[in-house]
């Protein structure tokens, strides 16, 4: 079975810095699907970015971008130019391309954004 | 479009009652899903149904769950016998066959208290 595993309980940024959240999978598959889910506080979760397991090009999503790294089994996300709003929890996910739709989430990384 | 929804948002009950939580997704979404997201932990997965067909169930999932879609519109979770080790968030998400693979909409969530 797959597992996602954010070593990052909490992580803190200053306005306008740059962060990085950290995130490690296992996997015994080829190709597979990663992906950052951002949960605001008391809202619903939404869709930051997605990689694609067989391309090599890091995916970038606005001020969001990725570190894939299939070799390493590791997935960091790099958050540019921080906001207020981009205060949240932060999961990893991992999606097999053999399974109809099943995510598997890591623990999550919580964070603060600071003025 | 009003995105995906759930009922009721909260709900305490005591050990052994029986609860059930509605999800109703974005209208023309074929697929939904249902996660549960304990303190400190990322959602794990728990079914989803395409259409009304339930494709994959967790092993999570004990007899005392049980899910339906009728009509493949809204969904319904039911927890029979409640225990303490079910309080938790339950969250629903919706996506579209034909969608971005692993872009999943979730809903608010269902936090449950079982005293």
């Known amino acids: 079975a797959q597992t996602v595993t954010q070593s990052q309980p909490e992580m803190s940024v200053q306005e306008a810095e740059t962060v990085t959240l950290s995130c490690t999978y296992d996997?015994?598959?080829?190709?597979?699907?990663l992906f950052w889910y951002k949960q605001p506080p008391s809202r619903q979760m939404i869709l930051v970015i997605r990689?694609?397991?067989?391309?090599?090009q890091n995916a970038t999503e606005n001020r969001f971008s990725v570190n894939f790294q299939k070799a390493a089994k590791s997935f960091s996300l790099k958050i540019s130019d921080s906001q207020l709003g981009d205060a949240a929890m932060y999961f990893c996910?991992?999606?097999?391309?053999?399974?109809?739709?099943?995510?598997?989430f890591g623990t999550g990384t919580r964070l603060q954004v600071t003025l | 479009d009003t995105g995906v929804s759930q009922n009721p948002r909260h709900k305490i009950t005591k050990r052994g009652q029986n609860v059930t939580f509605r999800c109703d997704p974005i209208?023309?979404?074929?697929?939904l899903y249902w996660y549960r997201q304990t303190l400190g932990q990322g959602p794990e997965f728990l079914t989803y149904f395409q259409n009304e067909a339930q494709l994959e169930k967790s092993r999570l999932l004990s007899d005392r769950f049980s899910a339906e879609r009728p009509k493949g519109s809204f969904s319904t979770l039911e927890i029979q016998r409640t225990e303490q080790g079910d309080s938790a968030m339950y969250l629903c998400?919706?996506?579209?066959?034909?969608?971005?693979?692993?872009?999943?909409?979730f809903g608010e969530g269902s936090r449950l208290t079982v005293l």
């Open positions: 209208s023309e979404h074929n697929r």
């Open positions: 996910a991992y999606r097999s391309t053999g399974t109809a739709s099943k995510l598997t």
């Open positions: 998400a919706s996506s579209l066959v034909s969608g971005r693979i692993g872009e999943l909409f």
């Open positions: 996997t015994s598959e080829s190709d597979y699907y």
């Open positions: 990689q694609e397991a067989y391309k090599q």
